[in-house]
């Protein structure tokens, strides 16, 4: 489990990924990279450059629901934002090393509430998936 009050981009972002994986080694990797490009299109539809470089928009991934100024951002932030972060992460490490650490955060956190910090400790990879979460990484 995770903390969807606090941490909603967990279980969002890892539904996305999963859904992504599933088309991708089935067959349908045209629609994969359609729904990944859909992602980043919704994510800086919503977040353009200027106004993440000067601070006007939140782009943060650990907050609270009551803390999304609508459902644009929630869904830029908690679905989006997380299924580009996880095929970054899969373009550096590879899909097998990838897919090996999030069943290893799985299990570690199998039956259990999990934050982001949880995450991030379990899977490795700090700075990285800490720059996605924080908000610092410009996507």
Known sequence: ?????????????????STYLFLAENGYGNIAENMLLSAKAGYKSF???PSVIGGEKNTAMNRNLKDFSGELEYV???????LIMFT????????????LRLKKF???YD????R???FIRSVGYGDFFGSYVSGRVVI
């Open 116 to 118: 982001s910090d949880d």
């Open 88 to 99: 970054e992460f899969e373009k550096s490490v590879g899909r097998k090393k990838a897919v």
């Open 47 to 49: 977040f353009d450059l």
């Open 1 to 17: 489990g995770t903390n969807q009050i606090g941490d909603a981009w967990l279980d969002e972002g890892l539904a996305e990924y």
């Open 106 to 108: 799985r299990a570690i």
């Open 111 to 114: 039956g259990k509430i999990a």
């Open 76 to 82: 830029a932030i908690c679905y989006d934002k997380p």
